[in-house]
């Protein structure tokens, strides 16, 4: 949802009083593409103002389609009603707890792995990646791994969130590729000077490697953050749950009325704008996050693509 | 149905691994109820009117459907008085109402679920038949008196027939309620129509001349604006019409539809009822009194005409007048009033569907019945879901604490306690802090006792229709899995195709000249083919049950 934004940077910096002249028609290209990406931007940012001031306005507002994207009727109750419930913020832990230790796992994992079938000398790498490959285009199913993860005594545990996504093959694949970039050389050198195969890892190849460690962060902590479908099935609890599976229980409520129209028990009586507070309340978390790993994101997805 | 459909995606998936794994496991149900030494806890002599209590403490496992405005707490006054009551401790699985039937799927798919499956409509349970994971609760009835007494009661035989399966047994034990339940009609501005002078419609003519006058008096709008067509155009306006017209349409549709007179199914888009209805609307659009878009545009937009008082008549429900229509004239337009008018009649008189006297229901796992206390377990469910108090206690909760009821029998809240705005201000909520009147407990029952919680003007428009008829329930037609097979290929194309047909003619996009071609069209897309098949399965049935 918040990807293409950053592309803004694209046009390279003209640099001004040095050995190129500005030309007209380099001028020309330059203001069109300031305004095809003000135009982006615009396309961008729209949807996103608006879900932010419905989030902030009136139900009658919104209902009577008069919220643009600034907030009409003041309001707060809906964020109220959201953050006045214990278990919101029990939920809004969990969200934290699971992402933090998935993608410290995947990350581990995946580099670990990705290191590994980087090295072409290594005997029995092409099945390593066949197994890893095999595995986006074919799966169990979703009662089979049901019953796996609860024969393995996972259900209601954290374990069940982090341990069965904790390596995405897409992922594992752009790393190989990074790693199989590096200079050869330079690992040569290391292990001339007598360093092994874990310090090469460590002391060579990590530090090189923070772009691409940066970019597998922000994939992994997004997909984990947004990820809902695994804790619901493997949680019983609703203390267990990510915020996600309550905000979208929320929404379910809000909606109740209206799709089965039949037991008055279920009324919902949520306000119009729970969607858009749900949306700005997950969002804006790893929302945050982003400015920081920006330079190494927009350097770290083009890495794959340069050398296949 | 809308539910139904979204499940059945799911459902069948699960069916399918379930076909898979399950062969091995599963009882075959047939045992006589009371010749079960299975009654650990169970009472000797319980029969209807007793207050069931086990005679040892028991635990049983439920699928709970968790709602988010009023998630489930463990210190429900719920939870410690059913367990004061019966002896019985009940241990949900709560999962989040938003993904329930999946869930559900995976459950009962993966042989994981808990013994009572709460919140299964009727229809639900097909997809898990064949498995053999689901209990054929018709061999064990006569465990539950009330329940048998409420069917024989409320005359509901016909409605139970309508959830057997191809072994003439039934799978789920449905909410019953002791007589038709229609809360959908249309809401009308009541102050306009008091203004112009115009009595309320009670039919669909009366409504079409309504429209006239008030389009008369103000030209340049459309007077009925409708909504609820955002899962199925139409969905709710053509399913109330079709019962009037004597067809059915909308969210009600099916390719197959009873025809009592000459007693089998007839292709529904091609009954001169449906045409009938069909031209109805058409001529409302093109003379201006129907919003075209009322098919095509979501709620929001609907209501938004209502309330800004471009339109004056719009699809309803109890709680959308409550909750969206009154707030949002209230801002707009202070002295607007606005009313459900009578369920209207038509063609074929004042009618109301009967399939609506059976609701959500449980389902329990065919593993349960091989439980120690199955008896107990039967007992209680009965007791709970089926008897007078269990559906009192399920919906008010414990008398003195959270209402108090009069020698009259009139129950009133407590004081501090709220429920559907009934007490408002309260500091106590009864769904949310006390569990009662939730979804997976309280469906059904008795008239009064569903009526006990509506609002005036609700239990004034349940009045405007008690007397209405009833159309016949459809028979039992339960297919075989060949045959299930061969109608799910042919009905989404033929459902659609209608669907399309339909929107088209009333809009005028089509010529109602074309009518014959349309119905020919069907033809070729199975429409006869799945009627013979249906009918085909009927006479198997007949044959096989009597």
């Known amino acids: 949802m918040v990807t293409t934004v950053e592309t803004s940077a694209g046009p390279l910096p003209a640099r001004t009083g040095s050995l190129l002249r500005e030309t007209r028609g380099y001028k020309v290209f330059r203001a069109f593409n300031v305004v095809a990406l003000l135009g982006v931007v615009a396309v961008t940012l729209y949807p996103f103002l608006m879900i932010i001031a419905r989030s902030f306005s009136s139900d009658t507002a919104i209902r009577s389609g008069r919220v643009n994207i600034w907030p009409v009727g003041f309001n707060l109750t809906t964020y109220q009603l959201v953050m006045n419930d214990a278990m919101f913020w029990t939920n809004y832990k969990n969200t934290v707890v699971y992402t933090v230790v998935a993608t410290a796992i995947a990350l581990v994992l995946t580099t670990c792995y990705a290191y590994v079938i980087s090295k072409h000398q290594l005997r029995g790498r092409s099945v390593l990646i066949g197994i890893a490959v095999f595995t986006m285009f074919f799966n169990g199913g979703l009662i089979p791994n049901y019953v796996l993860i609860t024969s393995l005594g996972l259900k209601n545990s954290l374990w069940a969130i982090v341990l069965p996504n904790a390596i995405s093959v897409f992922n594992l694949l752009v790393m190989k590729a990074f790693f199989e970039n590096l200079p050869l050389e330079l690992e040569e050198a290391a292990q001339i000077d007598g360093l092994g195969t874990y310090r090469i890892l460590w002391k060579i190849v990590i530090p090189l490697s923070k772009a691409v460690i940066a970019t597998m962060l922000l994939f992994y902590a997004v997909s984990f953050w947004n990820s809902w479908f695994a804790a619901f099935l493997y949680m019983d609890k609703s203390e267990l749950f990510p915020v996600t599976v309550y905000l979208r229980n929320l929404i379910a409520g809000s909606s109740t009325a209206q799709s089965t129209g039949a037991a008055a028990a279920d009324v919902a009586q949520v306000s119009a704008n729970i969607q858009s507070v749900t949306m700005v309340l997950t969002v804006l978390p790893i929302l945050c996050v982003y400015p920081f790993v920006q330079r190494y994101f927009v350097s770290g997805v083009m890495l794959g693509s340069v050398k296949g | ?546």
Not at chain 2, 188 to 198: A, F, K, P, S, Y
Not at chain 2, 219 to 227: L, M, V
Not at chain 2, 262 to 273: D, K, S
């Open chain 2, 1 to 546: 149905m809308s539910q139904r459909t979204r499940a059945r995606g799911l459902a069948a998936a699960a069916a399918l691994a379930l076909a898979l794994t399950a062969c091995s496991g599963g009882s075959d149900g047939d045992e006589d109820g009371a010749a079960l030494d299975n009654r650990t806890g169970a009472m000797e002599d319980y029969a209807a009117g007793d207050q069931f209590t086990a005679t040892e403490p028991l635990t049983f496992s439920m699928l709970f459907s968790d709602h988010p405005n009023y998630p489930s707490q463990d210190d429900w006054l719920l939870w410690s008085e059913i367990t004061e009551r019966t002896n019985v401790t009940l241990d949900p699985t709560l999962v989040p109402m938003s993904d329930y039937e999946q869930k559900r799927s995976l459950l009962i798919g993966a042989g994981d679920a808990p013994s009572i499956i709460a919140k299964t409509y009727p229809g639900q349970e097909d997809a898990f038949v064949s498995s053999g994971a689901i209990l054929a609760v018709s061999d064990y009835v006569d465990l539950m008196p009330n329940y048998q007494k409420k069917v024989a009661d409320w005359g509901l035989e016909a409605n139970i027939d309508q959830l057997r399966q191809a072994d003439g047994k039934y799978y789920v034990l449905p909410g019953l309620h002791e007589a038709p339940w229609q809360d959908y009609t249309i809401a009308m501005r009541t102050d306009v129509l008091d203004e112009l002078g115009l009595a309320t419609p009670t039919s669909w003519d009366e409504f079409r001349t309504t429209l006239e006058a008030i389009k008369e008096a103000r030209p340049g709008e459309y007077p009925f604006s409708d909504r609820f067509s955002e899962t199925y155009p139409g969905g709710n306006l053509l399913n109330m019409a079709a019962l009037g017209f004597g067809t059915s349409a909308g969210w009600g549709y099916n390719n197959a539809t009873w025809d009592g007179d000459a007693e089998e199914f007839v292709a529904t888009a091609a009954m001169p009822e449906y045409k009938e209805m069909v031209e109805y609307f058409h001529d409302l659009v093109a003379d201006g009194l129907m919003d075209p878009e009322s098919f095509t545009q979501d709620d929001d937009s609907a209501i938004q005409k209502f309330v800004t008082g471009k339109s004056v008549a719009i699809g309803t429900n109890a709680q959308t007048v409550v909750n969206e229509y009154e707030p949002g004239l209230a801002t707009n337009d202070p002295d607007a009033t606005v009313a459900k008018i009578p369920f209207p009649c038509g063609p074929v008189g004042c009618v109301l569907n009967p399939v609506t006297q059976t609701e959500n229901g449980i389902m329990i796992n065919a593993d349960a019945a091989d439980s120690p206390n199955f008896v107990a377990m039967m007992q209680f469910i009965d007791w709970l879901y089926y008897s007078d108090e269990g559906q009192e206690f399920t919906k008010w909760g414990v008398e003195g604490t959270t209402f108090d009821k009069a020698a009259d029998g009139t129950r009133t809240l407590a004081a501090d306690v709220d429920y559907v705005g009934l007490n408002p201000g309260a500091p106590k909520h009864l769904q949310k802090d006390f569990g009662f009147a939730g979804g997976n407990f309280a469906y059904g029952g008795a008239t009064e006792l569903l009526w006990s919680t509506f609002s005036d003007a609700e239990v004034a428009f349940q009045e405007s229709i008690a007397d209405y008829d009833m159309i016949d329930l459809a028979p039992p037609a339960p297919l075989d899995e060949a045959e299930s097979e061969q109608l799910t290929l042919i009905d989404t194309t033929l459902r659609d195709a209608v669907s399309q047909g339909t929107i088209q003619f009333i809009l005028g996009q089509r010529d109602l000249s074309e009518w014959d071609a349309f119905v020919a069209d069907l033809e070729s897309k199975g429409a006869t083919q799945y009627v013979d098949v249906v009918n085909g399965a009927r006479d198997r049935y007949v044959a096989d049950n009597g």
